[in-house]
């Protein structure tokens, strides 16, 4: 039996999917990814969103002690994915660069913290690639 923090339990109670969405360009993303944990029901599908406090992952799994950061393709400039638009070049290559930052500093606090990072791309957001990104805790591309 895992001991649940109060807080977590609490968090349970109110019900664990799609409580807080953020509204933060994330929405689509997030709702796909919760979609796949839940029909695949992967670690049980316990997970909690924005978690753990201060600096929290997009979504975590607590037992497994795995932090889930879901990226856009174009907010987090993936490799592959992202070309920056021809109007306001400067400004948006500075907005994404700060984003970059945020998510790298994101993963070294949660890192310090205990837990594996998960990254998952909007582009990957298919059942093959979550289910075995998240089982076999992959890393971040
Ligand atoms: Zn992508």
Not at 48 to 72: E, I, K, S, T, Y
């Amino acid at each position: 039996m895992i001991e649940l923090h109060p807080d977590l339990t609490a968090c349970l109670a109110r019900g664990r999917l799609m409580s807080r969405i953020r509204s933060s360009g994330n929405r689509t993303t997030e709702a796909r990814a919760c979609e796949i944990i839940e029909e695949l029901d992967i670690f049980g599908s316990e997970y909690f969103l924005h978690w753990p406090p201060a600096r929290p992952a997009d979504l975590c799994f607590p037992a497994q002690r795995l932090a889930v950061l879901l990226n856009g393709c174009f907010w987090h400039a993936h490799l592959g994915c992202y070309s920056p638009p021809s109007k306001d070049r400067e400004a948006w290559t500075t907005h994404i660069n700060t984003n970059r930052l945020r998510d790298l500093s994101d993963l070294v606090s949660l890192r310090r913290r205990g837990w594996e990072v998960v990254v998952l791309w909007e582009c990957g957001m298919n059942r093959e690639d979550v289910y075995r990104k998240l089982t076999s805790f992959a890393g971040q591309e």
